[in-house]
């Protein structure tokens, strides 16, 4: 059975911000980059625990995306009971260990 997705207003913030910082809009190539991190983030609908758990708490799991040094983790946490996964925060990967407070 399918997980349902859903994008906090956090990780919309954070994936609107990268849709600028990367010239989305006027790139061909950053939009083709962009649009496939975003189906990686749909992609979790099947199978969301197929990636590690972060090191800063073992509640949460991180998908990798992209090349170095343009590697983008997604922060999400899988809750069983109601099949779905919470996408929280998605940041550069060589961005300092999050902490619980960058989910606010």
């Known amino acids: 059975m ?14 609107a911000g990268l849709f600028e910082r990367i010239g989305a809009e006027h790139s061909e190539k ?5 649009l496939g991190l975003r189906e990686s983030v749909r992609s ?3 199978m969301p625990n197929r990636c590690p758990v972060t090191p800063e708490r073992a509640q949460l799991r991180h998908l990798l995306y992209g090349q170095k040094p343009h590697v983008y983790r997604v922060i999400y946490r899988v809750l069983e009971k109601e099949k779905r996964v919470d996408v929280l925060h998605i940041r550069h990967g060589a961005r300092q260990k999050f902490t619980p407070t960058d989910l606010d």
Request: glycine share 0%; hydrophobic share 45%; aromatic share 14%.
């Open 2 to 15: 399918a997980y349902r997705v859903s994008i906090t207003a956090r990780a919309e913030r954070d994936l």
């Open 44 to 46: 979790l609908k099947e």
């Open 30 to 34: 950053a939009l083709e980059w962009y």
